[in-house]
Structure formats: structure tokens, C-alpha cells
């Protein structure tokens, strides 16, 4: 079956454009994850959708970032006005999580990454 | 907090030979503790997971990870490494907060396998 998919794969802006990155999740999964690696390093968590509810944005760098999930499926990460610092790895992350049994140390669902798209901010 | 450390940003081994790749970690309380392998151009890919069961963790492509409380590691083991191996590790460890898996990961360390 379809995996979690990201598009562009690739996006190069010039400083101070705004980029809209999307992300396609594993159909029928409510819990949607957005990353953010920087070169180098590991994944950083940005933000937390569980159907259209963005419940946790505590990781976004800047009121720059925006992600929205209107509709419970795909989700678009937009970024206003880039920055040189904001050149990285967007990973987009989905799973089968339903309330309630996240806080179960055995319940953990399985969270399957899309290949990234890789920003580069000129 | 949760946090992991891994120990060493490169590794390097021949093809045949054992890899470990080690991690250490931080919690307030026991930790679900994952593995996940990312190669090039691909995503991240889940290996092996703990979660409070068996402390010797068996994953995919004969991967193993032993969690050890005493000295709050969960290193990455195989008994011998293929070339295929040859990629990016991130030791991560699962923060709960508000009933969903936000995962912290470590800042990775890459496997390089020579013939």
C-alpha cells in the first residue's frame, strides 16, 4: 500500500519568499507529525495534528511557520517570509493513534516518515 | 525531560564484523526507547522498539538493542554487518505529553561499512 508522501521532494526559495510544503499521510490515520532536521542532525519535532486539531504547535521555530490540516488528511507546512536558517529536511510522519492510549507505554503506535522534502533557502 | 545522547557521530567497520552503536538516555521515568535507520533519499524507518517488555529487543535485518536501566543505555548491535547497512541510526526515546508519541531524537550516528 501507499506510504506517507511529501511533495516537492525538492524546494529552493530565495530568501523572503513564503514555500508551502505538503504532506500526503497514510489514508485513515488520525495522528499527523511534522519534523524539522537540520544538516547534521536529528529530526526536530515542529507540531501535532490529531485529525484537523492541531494540538501541539509548541515545536514551531517562529510565528513565520503555519501547518494546517483543514480537512483530517493532508497537511500543508507554510513557511512565511524564509530565512537562511530555515534550510532543512521536513520530514511529515503519520499514524494510527487514537485518544486515549497514547499515555500507555505498550500502546505505542507506530509512526511511518514520508522521504522529506528537502528545503534550501538562498 | 526525555532526552538521548549517542556516543558516537561515525562508525566505521568492515563488512562481516560486529556493530554497536551506543546510546545513552534520560528520563524521569521508564522510557519507551526506538531505533529507527534512515539511508539516503529514503524516510526513516522504524528497527526495533522497547517498551517495558523483554529488555533484549530483537528487530529487523538482524538488528538487536539491549536496554540496561542500570546504565541507562539501549546500544545497537548486530553480530555482522552487510553493506547495505551502510546508512544514518537515530536513537530515540518517546516523550508523553498530552496523550500522543512526540518523539526526541538523538543526533544520529552514521554507519559506514567497508568491504
Known amino acids: 500500500g501507499a506510504g506517507v508522501s511529501q511533495s516537492p521532494r525538492y524546494k529552493v526559495a530565495k530568501r523572503g519568499q513564503d514555500v508551502a510544503l505538503r504532506c500526503d499521510p497514510i489514508?485513515?490515520?488520525?495522528?499527523l507529525f511534522w519534523y524539522q532536521q537540520a544538516l547534521g542532525q536529528g529530526p526536530e519535532f515542529l507540531t501535532y495534528?490529531?485529525?484537523?486539531?492541531?494540538?501541539?504547535k509548541s515545536g514551531l521555530p517562529s510565528d513565520r511557520f503555519f501547518a494546517e490540516r483543514p480537512e483530517g488528511s493532508v497537511s500543508t507546512l507554510k513557511i512565511q517570509r524564509t530565512q537562511q536558517e530555515d534550510s532543512a529536511v521536513y520530514l511529515c510522519?503519520?499514524?494510527?493513534?487514537?485518544?486515549?492510549?497514547?499515555?500507555?507505554?505498550?500502546?505505542?503506535?507506530?509512526?511511518?516518515f514520508g522521504p522529506g522534502t528537502r528545503l534550501t533557502v538562498l | 525531560a526525555q532526552s538521548v545522547t549517542q556516543l558516537d557521530s561515525h562508525v566505521s567497520v568492515s563488512e562481516g564484523t560486529p556493530v554497536l552503536l551506543r546510546c545513552n538516555y534520560s528520563s524521569s521515568y521508564s522510557p519507551s526507547l526506538f531505533w529507527y535507520v534512515q539511508h539516503p533519499n529514503k524516510g526513516l524507518q522504524l528497527l526495533l522498539k522497547?517498551?517495558?517488555?523483554?529488555?533484549l529487543v530483537k528487530g529487523i535485518n538482524g538488528f538487536e538493542a539491549e536496554f540496561k536501566k542500570s546504565e541507562t543505555s539501549f546500544h545497537l548491535t548486530k553480530p555482522s554487518a552487510h553493506m547495505s547497512d551502510a546508512a544514518e541510526y537515530f536513537c530515540v526515546v518517546r516523550g508523553v505529553s498530552g496523550g500522543y508519541n512526540k518523539l526526541i531524537f538523538g543526533a544520529g550516528t552514521r554507519l559506514a561499512v567497508h568491504p
Open positions: 522497547y517498551t517495558s517488555a523483554a529488555t
Open positions: 489514508s485513515g490515520h488520525v495522528s
Open positions: 495534528f490529531q485529525n484537523e486539531a492541531q494540538l501541539d
Open positions: 510522519a503519520s499514524s494510527s493513534h487514537k485518544p486515549g492510549q497514547g499515555a500507555k507505554r505498550s500502546s505505542y503506535n507506530e509512526q511511518f
